[in-house]
T-cell receptor, first 113, second 107 residues
Framework: DTEVTQTPKHLVMGMTNKKSLKCEQH?????MYWYKQKAKKPPELMFV???????INESVPSRFSPECPNSSLLNLHLHALQPEDSALYLC????????????FGQGTRLTVV | EDQVTQSPEALRLQEGESSSLNCSYT??????LFWYRQDPGKGPEFLFT???AGEEKEKERLKATLTKKESFLHITAPKPEDSATYLC????????FGKGTKLTVNP
């Protein structure tokens, strides 16, 4: 099973709202990732967690706050977003944060109004 | 700076017309090269991992190869369901994606 599950699939939020994106995997992977993808562009790395510790933050604005409660779960907390933050948010996981392939979820389509 | 360049940006083929997609890279400390397929509005689907020059992987109509500077994704006798964007990514300290090749296969 190479499944990464993301919820919700779609989210519309106002600029003053607080919401969270969730990601879950049960493959025993110890590295988890958040990517942002705009239309017709490749995925852009936001955060990397390795063994539940934040190892990479790609200078992401503080209105995006990641959390890794345990080795199977990854959250992305959203607060005071801007319309330009509207995008497909992808979660991925890999066995290790080294040279192993990453498996992606189906994404959350976020629209900020 | 690590760079990944895919070509062509878009490719239209007739069903059964074989072709190749290119991914060239300049990175320091390559830890792996990955091919993904992405359908509109969906997450990338993992296809292949290549680690060293000369390595080849096959899956159905797809074959991926790797040299020291580039990788090719060969598509043999494609079908309309092969239409998608194909992404190449290289792993150094992190996973760096190319911009992708949008493949359209007409029946």
């Amino acid at each position: 099973d190479t499944e990464v599950t993301q919820t919700p699939k779609h989210l519309v939020m106002g600029m003053t709202n607080k919401k969270s994106l969730k990601c879950e995997q049960h493959m025993g992977h110890r590295a988890m990732y958040w990517y942002k993808q705009k239309a017709k562009k490749p995925p852009e790395l936001m955060f990397v967690y390795s063994y539940e510790k934040l190892s990479i933050n790609e200078s992401v604005p503080s209105r995006f706050s990641p959390e890794c409660p345990n080795s199977s779960l990854l959250n992305l907390h959203l607060h005071a977003l801007q319309p330009e933050d509207s995008a497909l948010y992808l979660c991925a996981s890999s066995l290790r944060d080294r040279n192993t392939e990453a498996f992606f979820g189906q994404g959350t389509r976020l629209t900020v109004v | 700076e690590d760079q990944v360049t895919q070509s062509p940006e878009a490719l239209r083929l007739q069903e059964g017309e074989s072709s190749s997609l290119n991914c060239s890279y300049t990175v320091s400390g390559l830890r792996g090269l990955f091919w993904y397929r992405q359908d509109p509005g969906k997450g990338p689907e993992f296809l292949f991992t290549l680690y060293s020059a000369g390595e080849e992987k096959e899956k159905e109509r797809l074959k991926a190869t790797l040299t020291k500077k580039e990788s090719f994704l060969h598509i043999t006798a494609p079908k309309p369901e092969d239409s998608a964007t194909y992404l190449c990514a290289v792993k150094t300290e992190k996973l760096v994606f190319g911009k992708g090749t949008k493949l359209t296969v007409n029946p």
